[in-house]
């Protein structure tokens, strides 16, 4: 809404109102936000940033304290927006989301790029243990390209995996 706006238009009406269908949080409309849980709140936030109709989102960690559902309708809802043409930059530590949800990796490493790609060129059990310092296995699962990591033990762990 512009600033200079003395009330929301029926059309930022509109956008609102299907930012907060969107994100499942219709519920929340007459709540105060200092009430909501960590998890509702960023979600209004995401609904927020949605509701501008931005041509960028810049996002960090915009699943973090939320439970699965939440997360994957989060993710799913900013991989349409891309698919519509904005462009979506997400900071994230959770590799199999980001595999999962994102065209290009960018991982980072004290700050600089440690390597880039799609999630298949990227996660490699090399690149975890060099840049994370943990042991994993990249599972691909029938049917389906994208990569699975999966976690054995940090580099500094000398027990060996659970093989049960």
Known sequence: QSAWQAAP?????????DALVRLSITDFAGRQYQTLSG?????VQIARALAQEPKLLLLDEPTSHLDIEAQLTVLGLLRRRSQAGCTVLLAMHDLNLAAR????????????????GSPAEVLTPELLLDVYGVHASIVRLPGNP???????RARDDASPPDSG
Not at 39 to 43: F, I, S, V
Not at 101 to 116: I, K, P, R
Not at 146 to 152: K, N
């Open 9 to 17: 238009s029926e059309a930022d009406e509109t956008i609102v109102a």
């Open 39 to 43: 998890g509702e709140q960023q979600r």
């Open 101 to 116: 949800y994102c065209d290009h990796l960018v991982v980072m490493q004290s700050g600089t790029v440690a390597t880039e």
């Open 146 to 152: 994208l990569p699975l990591v999966v976690y054995d």
